[in-house]
């Protein structure tokens, strides 16, 4: 597998990987697990939860995400200017995708690296090397979401709009393929 990052709904980073959902967790998720990073190098597990988003938000259905694998670390790096934070992001993760309408579901290898600033408006740049979950409602790909893979970048505004740009990328619509 390749290296993670999922892209949130709300174009959030977290304390973990960014995650899809806009509400709560529903239910503990059935994952492979990895709770360690190696000893002193500054990598901490990033775990992603389970999420759900209402229909028409990304897909004409509503829909539900789970790691079945998730690997994922994160490190903290030094910030490139005053009120910025700059997060790593790599590891395994394998995302379920599920339409909560008829139980189709699709396991996304979203195992791709990130290098992640968040500003103090709340805008992110995301510099991506493969595949990551992009939940888009706003942006220059149509609503949905995409398994988008690739070497590229995301720059979220503070209202959430995502643009997603590079020489090399491809995505996979999601919805199309459990719809």
Not at 48 to 63: K, N, Y
Not at 126 to 143: E, I, Q, T
């Amino acid at each position: 597998m390749r290296r993670s990052i999922v892209l949130g709904a709300l174009g959030t980073a977290c304390a973990a990987v960014v995650t899809l959902g806009t509400g709560p967790a529903a239910a503990a998720p059935t994952t492979t697990t990895s709770t360690t990073a190696p000893q002193g190098s500054g990598w901490e597990p990033a775990p992603s939860t389970p999420w759900d988003v209402a229909a028409g938000e990304r897909c004409a259905f509503a829909i539900h995400g789970e790691p079945i694998v998730d690997e994922v670390v994160r490190r903290e790096l030094p910030p490139p200017a005053e009120g910025v934070t700059r997060s790593a992001y790599k590891g395994d993760l394998v995302v379920r995708v599920t339409n909560k309408e008829t139980g189709a579901h699709y396991d996304a290898d979203v195992s791709g690296s990130a290098l992640v600033d968040v500003y103090a408006s709340g805008a992110q740049f995301w510099r991506v090397v493969g595949p990551v979950l992009v939940g888009v409602g706003d942006g220059n790909l149509a609503r949905g979401m995409y398994v988008v893979d690739g070497v590229y970048t995301i720059g979220i505004d503070p209202a959430g709009a995502k643009t997603v740009a590079g020489p090399v990328i491809t995505k996979t619509d999601i919805c199309a393929q459990i719809d």
